[in-house]
């Protein structure tokens, strides 16, 4: 079955760090592209970062910009997000995403590009 499955969030002060990994199956890590999104309370779904698998081409929205990593180890079928100076306003369910659209690295990173979706990672920073 279809597994993609996040670990790392928690609770931080603001100007600290945290680190999330996506875990999936190698089917889901065969897609062309690995999303982090985000989703605060009463907000639209964002897309925060994403990596092409294929050759490690990242892409990053502008408010995480200088922030945020994401990474990927192909052997241990992971993606990561390494989450720098954290604020309140990054505060939000983070979920990792698959699309296997062979030009996603061309798209935008939009939740409707994306068509397996892990079940989310709390991050509350204050």
């Known amino acids: 079955h279809v597994q993609l499955v996040e670990s790392g969030g928690g609770s931080v002060q603001a100007g600290g760090s945290l680190r999330l990994s996506c875990k999936a199956n190698?089917?889901?890590?065969?897609?062309?592209?690995m999303g982090w999104f985000r989703q605060a309370p009463g907000k639209e779904r964002e897309g925060v970062a994403r990596?092409?698998?294929?050759?490690?081409?990242?892409y990053y929205a502008d408010s995480v910009k200088g922030r945020y990593t994401i990474s990927q180890d192909n052997a241990k079928n992971t993606a990561y997000l390494q989450m720098n100076s954290l604020q309140p306003e990054d505060t939000a369910v983070y979920y990792c995403?698959?699309?296997?659209?062979?030009?996603?690295?061309?798209?935008?990173?939009?939740?409707?590009?994306?068509?397996?979706w892990g079940q989310g990672t709390q991050v509350t920073v204050s």
């Open positions: 190698g089917k889901i890590f065969s897609s062309n592209c």
């Open positions: 990596i092409y698998t294929g050759s490690g081409n990242t």
């Open positions: 995403a698959a699309s296997r659209k062979i030009d996603c690295r061309l798209r935008p990173i939009a939740p409707h590009e994306y068509g397996y």
